[in-house]
Structures are given as C-alpha cells and as structure tokens.
C-alpha cells in the first residue's frame, strides 16, 4: 500500500511508522460476525485442548518458543517500523519470547502438579489445578511480543485457550503470532486473534463463554477493563502503568553508576512500565549524578531504529505520545523545574522527542504524579535513607523499584519497606522467564511469569476421598 500522512486522530487498526509519521498500511476491524466466530472456535477447541496430556502440550508450547527465535529477524522489523522499537532490542525481545515458552512448556507440568494437603478429619486431599476455559487477552503496543508470550505460555500449557486483541497499532505482529501459533501446531480455535472494536471487547468479556481477561495496558483502559470484568463476574489480571523508583543511596563510581540508570531508563525508548522514571540520588553523589546524565542526554539526534547509529535516538511509538510527554514536561519547567537537556520535539508528523534530564519537580507539578512514559530521566534530591525511603512510597503506582548502595545490608533495608510488586537490591530489574511480574495500588493486580504465572486463571479444585472406613 502507498503511504500517506497520518493524523494524531486516526483511529483503527494500522501500521503508522514512527519515524515518519506515514501510515504504512490498513487494516479493518472485525465484524461481529467474526467476533462470534472466535467465541465459537475457542470454546470449541478448549473442549479438547484441556484432554491432551500436558506432556503433548509442552511439546506444542516449546515450538512456539522455537519459532520465536527462528524469525526473530523478520519479527524485529515488523514492531520496528510498527512502534519504532531500536532493531537491536526488537529482535532481543523476540528471543526472551522462547525463554518464556520453554520455561512454562519444561516447569509446567510440576508446576500445575497436584498438591495433596493434610485433612485432619480423615481421608485424603488434593488441591487439583486445572484450566477454566476461553480467556481475553487485551496487550499492549510496547512489547508487542514479549506481553503476548507472558500470558498466553502459562494458560496454553494449562489447558486454556486464547483470544488476543492486540493495540490498535501492532496490527501485523498480531497476525505474525498467530502464524507462529498455528504453525507450531495449535488446534484451530485455541489462539485466535482478533481486531476488535472496544465495543466488541465488552460484548467478549461479558460472554458466558469467556472466563477471564488479562490486561496490560494504562490506569485508564485497567479501570474500564476492570469494571466491566467485575459487573460480569470475570476474574481479571490488570498490569498497568508505574512510576518506579531508582535509590542511588551511594556508588564506588558515580559517573558509572548515572551511565547505568541512563541506559536502564532508555531501554524501548523509555515506554516500559517498570523503567526507572523516579530517580531518587543522595545528596552527596546528586551534582555528579545529574551532570552525567546531563552529557548522556546532550549532542542525542534523531536517528532510525532500524539503523541505530551511534549517538541518535529512537521516536517514540507515536506523534500524540510525544506531544503528550512533552506537554509534561512544558507544564514541569512552567511551574519551576530545571530541563538540563533534550525535551525537544521535531518539527513535522515523525514522534522524536529528544531525550531528557529534569530536575526540581515538585508535587504542584504533574511530572510528581502522573507516568512519563517516554526518555525522560528525572532525578530528585535526598539527604537521609528515611527521606529516600518516603519519597519512594510517595506515588500512587506500585509496581517494582530499586536500591542501589555499596552496603548490600543498607540498601536491603530500604527495599525490604518499598510499596511494590517486585523490589530489588542492586539491580535495575529482575527479568527473567522464572521470576514473578506485577504490582500494587493503582499498577494493577495478579501476577505473570515464574511460578505465580500458572496460578492466575486456575481452577484450583479440592479433590477429597474420604476413608473407606468411614463410608456408611
């Protein structure tokens, strides 16, 4: 299809380059026909799916690990001119897709393993996992692939099934996993994606074919979800934004150190949910802290991500979410906070804004509160752990945070009393297949990944034998 200018307004599903700002191409929304089609296709396929040995469907789940990894190439280029993600870490992202398959398809099975629990008025107990059904997952643009693997690895190992509506944006890494799902060997009906209007995802929720729904995405789309799973009785996991904090109580090497929370929180651009966004610096470190952030940030200029040139930066994953951030930033420095470097937007339709260092917020500023979801490091001041500890928690986020000290017992003691899902000593995140991800207050509820990720939606079922000798 012959590109053509895009507007912030466009709506539906469409590949709009980042780095240009040019539509590249369309795709229509799905009927209601098709809509109940895949209502129809996954229920059926669910009626089977949960009768095949674990064993057979670990089998189907690591090929589609595999198959990550072996178009990892051609994946990377579809999100890279789909959300303008560096090339680099698109095809990084494709690949921790197979960790995350061959780690639920070689623990799933102990991992959903009956657990027998003591019954102290006779006979025996068993807690019994077992799948619920047709699930929605609603994902997100940012990690196109990545999200998607998370949630769909755990439930088709446990027997459920899927249907995916991904972002609005993300339309043709959409169809690119489900060719890898049936490729891999699915049954029909077991991993359906669909381009659903909103409307159409409140009519899937409220289905009594559907038995839960799975959203990453913001506090806004988390809230609506959530209530529309609630008033249907729908068990719903919600991860949402995030405002983490980044303690730096002291560092054997500053400029090192602020190297290492600059890239942290460049990472996809700065669009990730758990990125750095808060960084919290000791007063004694802080000058040379924020200086070498500053030399980080200055002399950045637009680059491609599908070139990744040295000094040059990616665009955003779109034109409103530039002129968004910006508009926070605009309102930061109005109101009397220092922009060391970048906060720039270039001129024309393409969504670069060019990385940034802010100091100074205060909380009459909406940069204290609200998500920046974008390269904008901003740095805060303290003189004790207990302040640094209490502007942590100060947020209405609570999704994972980090402390950073030469004294391991030091930096423990702050994170031990962080008010996050996930907390972290001397390390930006923990990432990984096996290791739970998920927040508190207002980033959300439920876990994915790791053990925690095969207990979501679970019928965890009580199967009671009672002694024979007390059979009447």
């Known amino acids: 299809m012959t590109a053509t200018p895009t507007t912030s307004t466009a709506t539906g599903y469409r590949v709009v380059n980042p780095a240009t700002g040019q539509v590249v191409e369309e795709f229509p929304t799905a009927t209601d026909e098709q809509i109940q089609e895949a209502l129809a296709a996954a229920e059926q396929a669910y009626r089977s799916w949960q009768d095949v ?10 090929r589609i690990g595999e198959l990550f990894t072996e178009r990892a190439d051609e994946l990377a280029a579809i999100i890279t001119e789909e959300m303008g993600k560096p090339l680099s870490q698109a095809k990084g992202e494709a690949e921790f897709c197979t960790d995350i398959f061959n780690y639920f398809a070689t623990e799933g099975p102990a991992l959903a393993a009956d657990q027998e629990i003591k019954a102290i008025g006779g006979g025996r107990a068993v807690i019994q996992k077992r799948p619920v059904g047709v699930l ?16 769909a690895a ?11 509506k991904h972002a609005e944006t993300c339309p043709r890494s959409a169809l690119a996993i489900q060719q890898i799902m049936d490729d891999a060997g699915l049954p029909a009906g077991a991993y359906v994606n669909v381009f659903a209007s909103h409307a159409q995802i409140a009519d899937i929720i409220a289905d009594p074919r559907v038995q839960g729904v799975s959203l990453t995405g913001s506090e806004r789309a988390g809230a609506i979800i959530g209530e529309i799973a609630g008033r249907n009785l729908k068990k719903a996991v919600l991860e949402l ?3 983490d904090p980044y303690v730096v109580l002291d560092a054997a090497d500053v400029k090192a150190a602020a ?4 890239e942290t929180r460049m990472e996809n651009t700065g669009q990730a949910c758990n990125s750095n966004k808060r960084m919290i610096v000791m007063e004694d470190i802080y000058d040379e802290f924020v200086a070498e952030l ?29 002129e968004s951030l910006a508009e926070q930033l605009r309102d930061a420095v109005n109101k009397g906070a220092t922009l060391h470097a970048g906060g720039t937007l270039v001129e024309g339709p393409a969504a670069y804004l060019a990385p940034a260092v802010l100091t100074g917020v205060t909380p009459d500023m ?13 740095v805060y001041k303290v003189g004790s752990d207990e302040e640094a500890l209490a502007l942590a928690n100060d947020t209405d986020y609570g999704l994972g945070g980090a402390v950073f000290s030469t004294d391991e017992d030091r930096a423990r003691a702050i994170a031990e009393r962080l008010e996050t899902g996930m907390t972290n000593v001397n390390a930006a995140s923990a990432e990984v297949a096996e290791l739970p991800f998920g927040g508190v ?3 959300g509820f439920g876990r994915e990944l790791g053990p925690l990720g095969m207990d979501e939606f679970v019928n965890k079922r009580l199967l009671y034998i009672a002694d024979t000798d007390l059979v009447q």
């Open 259 to 262: 190297a290492a929370a600059w």
């Open 154 to 164: 755990p439930n088709l190992m446990l027997g459920n099934t899927i249907i995916l």
């Open 366 to 378: 909406r940069a204290y509160r609200e998500e920046l979801f974008g390269p904008v490091a901003v």
């Open 241 to 243: 934004g995030g405002s």
């Open 294 to 322: 500053t030399e980080q940030a200055r002399n950045l200029t637009p680059g491609d991500p599908a070139e990744e040139a040295a000094g040059t930066y990616a665009p955003l994953s779109s034109r409103a979410a530039a």
């Open 441 to 443: 207050k207002r980033s």
């Open 53 to 62: 040995p674990m064993a057979e469907r670990a089998k189907v789940v690591a």
């Open 136 to 151: 929605l997952g609603i994902m997100p643009w940012n990690y196109p692939y990545y999200q998607v693997a998370r949630f």
